[in-house]
């Protein structure tokens, strides 16, 4: 894909980001967390996640069911990453993309640095660990962007 792909994404970010708010809060509303209270704060809806995702029957899951698994997940950790720590979506060129480009949440570290991540891909990673644990990914984004003082495996 072309730098103009990523050009175009970055015009569209608001609305984009905007539906992303929106798909979690769907998601919330679906898992039965009141609406006013999602609003106040996404993590009223984690103990539902939790149980939702711990219930799901993954060993007959097809291809589609994990892609909508996927980006429920990556919804709802960004709307947290939006709301409680003031993460900003930004496109962001990627040649090694399918589409050029990625859509990634920047915030700012305790120690001052702005640090980026892939909700996506902290989703993924979440997914090819099971059991998925919502509590643990959200750590592990968290992490990553330097919101805490722990430490991720590895570092």
């Excluded at 097809?62 to 947290?80: C, I």
């Excluded at 090694?96 to 001052?112: K, Q």
């Excluded at 090819?128 to 991720?152: C, D, F, N, S, Y």
């Amino acid at each position: 894909m072309s730098s103009d792909s990523a050009a175009s994404a970055r015009a569209d970010l608001a609305r984009w980001a905007e539906d992303a708010r929106e798909n979690a809060a769907d998601l919330a509303e679906v898992l039965g967390v009141d609406a006013a209270d999602y609003a106040a704060d996404p993590l009223v809806a984690l103990p539902a996640l939790e149980d939702y995702v711990s219930r799901l029957p993954l060993d007959e899951f097809e291809s589609e069911d994990w892609f909508g698994l996927h980006g429920d997940l990556a919804v709802y950790l960004a709307d947290v990453l939006v709301r409680r720590h003031d993460a900003e979506w930004q496109v962001v060129s990627d040649s090694e993309a399918p589409r050029g480009f990625r859509y990634l949440l920047f915030a700012r570290a305790l120690d001052g640095v702005v640090r980026g991540v892939d909700p996506y891909d902290v989703a993924l990673d979440e997914i090819q660990h099971l059991p998925i644990e919502v509590i643990r990914m959200l750590a592990h984004a968290e992490t990553a962007l330097g919101l805490t003082k722990g430490r991720m495996d590895g570092e």
